[in-house]
């Protein structure tokens, strides 16, 4: 085996212990968390007082951030914030512990004061009474939203990373977990009542990227602007989850294989008879593209039921904000056959075109860029402070970009919605080789046991749609 050979696998390794290490963190944080969603204030008789005196302010501003010293002036905070520092130390030493050899003189994760934070906000129980018709004389509480970056590391490898949620503080718990109980039934009668009137359906707007059912959807709009209607306050700090029963498309993260890259209806090289935008809509069409048409539309999704994780109305979440909540009926998401139509027309016809203005080489483990004299001045612009000592993944971000850059600048039109781009994700080591006339890069990766890299994957985008230079030798 070649010295690069067992770089390879080291470098590889090394990246999957690291993305072992935060799903870990992750994992276990969750379940952590998930323990203290709510907090009885009754438990702290001496805090009561103070608790009232702290709702009451609240109710005079958006919110209240505490970080460090400042969460420790309430003993009900002190001991979250104690409690997740033991725990976080805790799994500091179990980690270090199990790679005992690669962690000598450090720990392999890292934290600050400043790195937690509070975000205390009044639960307005009265606006959730006029909705939910519920006795709240006596019940006052706050959403607390916690947020807590660390560091985590695994030999010269470093990333960083947050944990984010929600803790309810109140004074009766009992009849808290009734409202929120009450407050999912009635917000799934309530989306519900929405979309009936809609048989069901929603036709897209503004985001016709058929892969993407969350986020920037056309569901959530129409239930906020139902929600402010109400004049009720919604926050949704994060991405709600909406469950999809259709999975169609090439997703930006998904792994590519050899059955769905270039070499699976174009071969290796490059021969421009073979690759004609014609080819490779019919094969993206057969391979990715398999929609269910209703009318003149597409159906990109069909929403079955959601995770409300931070989503919270008048700052009350739901309860168990993890568990999926399932709709009284699906809702379909449809996009206009023709706009979708005309915008996988003008991905194709861009991805050829980069194919053709780079004469790109395709082959089962590398890619050949041609560049034009001026291209490759300016390519080399951007490696002129790599060393073996600087050859973290930012390069190979740089010389993508570049790549990209290139292209855009001489080639793509400027109708374009979204620019060509990769996913950033990548967790590699690179080696530079510079010649006079090329540029030789040699990306360290490893397949997991299901011969997929990982997220490894140099992915671009294009009006929504995505492919990938790179596939799964396995797959």
Same mark, same amino acid.
């Given at each position: 085996?070649?010295? @690069?050979? =067992?770089?390879?696998?080291? /470098?590889?390794?090394?990246?999957?212990?690291? /993305?072992?290490?935060?799903?870990?963190?992750?994992?276990?944080?969750?379940?952590?968390?998930?323990?203290?969603?709510?907090?009885?204030?009754?438990?702290?008789?001496?805090?009561?007082?103070?608790?009232?005196?702290?709702?009451?302010?609240?109710?005079?501003? @958006?919110?209240? $951030?505490?970080?460090?010293?400042?969460?420790?002036?309430?003993?009900?905070?002190?001991?979250?914030?104690?409690?997740?520092?033991?725990?976080?130390?805790?799994?500091?030493?179990?980690?270090?512990?199990?790679?005992?050899?690669?962690?000598?003189?450090?720990?392999?994760?890292?934290?600050?004061?400043? @790195?937690?934070?509070?975000?205390?906000?009044?639960? &307005?129980?009265?606006?959730?009474?006029?909705?939910?018709?519920?006795?709240?004389?006596?019940? #006052?509480?706050?959403?607390?939203?916690?947020?807590?970056?660390?560091?985590?590391?695994?030999?010269?490898?470093?990333?960083?990373?947050?944990?984010?949620?929600?803790?309810?503080?109140?004074?009766?718990?009992?009849?808290?977990?009734?409202?929120?109980? /009450?407050?999912?039934?009635?917000?799934?009668?309530?989306?519900?009542?929405?979309?009936?009137?809609?048989?069901?359906?929603?036709?897209?707007?503004?985001?016709?990227?058929?892969?993407?059912?969350?986020?920037?959807?056309?569901?959530?709009?129409?239930?906020?602007?139902?929600?402010?209607?109400?004049?009720?306050?919604?926050?949704?700090?994060?991405?709600?989850?909406?469950?999809?029963?259709?999975?169609?498309?090439?997703?930006?993260?998904?792994?590519?294989?050899?059955?769905?890259?270039?070499?699976?209806?174009?071969?290796?090289?490059?021969?421009?008879?073979?690759?004609?935008?014609?080819?490779?809509?019919?094969?993206?069409?057969?391979?990715?593209?398999?929609? /269910?048409?209703?009318?003149?539309?597409?159906?990109?999704?069909?929403?079955?039921?959601?995770?409300?994780?931070?989503?919270?109305?008048?700052?009350?979440? %739901?309860?168990?904000?993890?568990?999926?909540?399932?709709?009284?009926?699906?809702?379909? #998401?449809?996009?206009?056959?023709?706009?979708?139509?005309?915008?996988?027309?003008?991905?194709?016809?861009?991805?050829?075109?980069?194919?053709?203005?780079?004469?790109?080489?395709?082959?089962?483990?590398?890619?050949?860029?041609?560049?034009?004299?001026?291209?490759?001045?300016?390519?080399?612009?951007?490696?002129?402070?790599?060393?073996?000592? &600087?050859?973290?993944?930012?390069?190979?971000?740089?010389?993508?970009?570049?790549?990209?850059?290139?292209? @855009?600048?001489?080639? $793509?039109?400027?109708?374009?919605?979204?620019?060509?781009?990769?996913?950033?994700?990548?967790?590699?080591?690179?080696?530079?080789?510079?010649?006079?006339? =090329?540029?030789?890069?040699?990306?360290?990766?490893?397949?997991?046991?299901?011969?997929?890299?990982?997220?490894?994957?140099?992915?671009?985008?294009?009006?929504?749609?995505?492919?990938?230079? %790179?596939?799964?030798?396995?797959?």
């Amino acid at each position: 085996m070649s010295d @690069d050979e =067992s770089n390879d696998i080291d /470098n590889g390794n090394d990246i999957e212990i690291l /993305n072992n290490i935060n799903a870990r963190i992750k994992n276990y944080f969750q379940g952590w968390w998930e323990t203290k969603a709510t907090i009885d204030i009754n438990k702290y008789p001496d805090q009561v007082g103070k608790f009232k005196e702290l709702v009451a302010n609240l109710k005079t501003k @958006d919110s209240q $951030v505490l970080t460090g010293a400042a969460i420790r002036q309430w003993r009900f905070l002190d001991q979250l914030y104690t409690a997740f520092e033991a725990e976080f130390d805790n799994l500091n030493h179990e980690i270090k512990n199990e790679y005992s050899n690669y962690y000598i003189n450090a720990m392999p994760l890292s934290l600050a004061s400043n @790195d937690i934070s509070f975000t205390l906000q009044n639960i &307005n129980f009265d606006n959730l009474a006029k909705l939910f018709l519920f006795n709240n004389d006596n019940i #006052v509480g706050i959403k607390l939203s916690f947020n807590i970056r660390y560091e985590f590391k695994f030999k010269d490898l470093q990333q960083h990373d947050e944990l984010n949620g929600l803790v309810v503080i109140c004074n009766d718990l009992e009849v808290l977990s009734g409202i929120q109980n /009450n407050l999912e039934k009635q917000f799934l009668l309530f989306v519900d009542d929405i979309f009936k009137k809609q048989n069901y359906e929603i036709v897209g707007t503004g985001n016709y990227d058929f892969n993407y059912a969350n986020g920037y959807n056309s569901i959530l709009p129409v239930i906020t602007k139902a929600l402010e209607e109400k004049e009720l306050l919604y926050q949704n700090q994060f991405v709600l989850s909406w469950n999809n029963k259709i999975r169609a498309g090439f997703n930006f993260n998904r792994p590519l294989y050899k059955s769905g890259s270039v070499l699976a209806w174009a071969g290796e090289r490059y021969d421009p008879e073979k690759l004609t935008v014609e080819k490779f809509l019919e094969f993206y069409k057969q391979e990715y593209f398999k929609l /269910n048409i209703n009318g003149d539309y597409y159906i990109k999704a069909s929403v079955s039921s959601f995770v409300p994780r931070t989503f919270t109305i008048e700052n009350l979440p %739901f309860n168990y904000i993890y568990s999926s909540k399932e709709l009284v009926a699906p809702i379909k #998401v449809l996009i206009p056959k023709d706009i979708l139509d005309e915008k996988l027309n003008k991905f194709t016809e861009t991805t050829m075109r980069l194919w053709q203005y780079y004469q790109l080489e395709t082959y089962n483990d590398k890619l050949v860029f041609k560049l034009t004299e001026d291209d490759f001045s300016n390519l080399l612009k951007v490696t002129s402070d790599f060393s073996l000592e &600087n050859n973290s993944s930012a390069t190979f971000y740089r010389i993508f970009d570049e790549i990209f850059r290139l292209f @855009d600048a001489k080639v $793509v039109s400027k109708d374009r919605t979204t620019v060509l781009r990769y996913n950033r994700n990548l967790m590699s080591k690179v080696n530079l080789i510079k010649e006079k006339k =090329s540029l030789l890069l040699k990306l360290f990766w490893k397949q997991d046991k299901d011969g997929v890299y990982a997220r490894n994957q140099v992915n671009f985008m294009y009006y929504h749609f995505t492919y990938s230079f %790179f596939y799964s030798r396995q797959g």
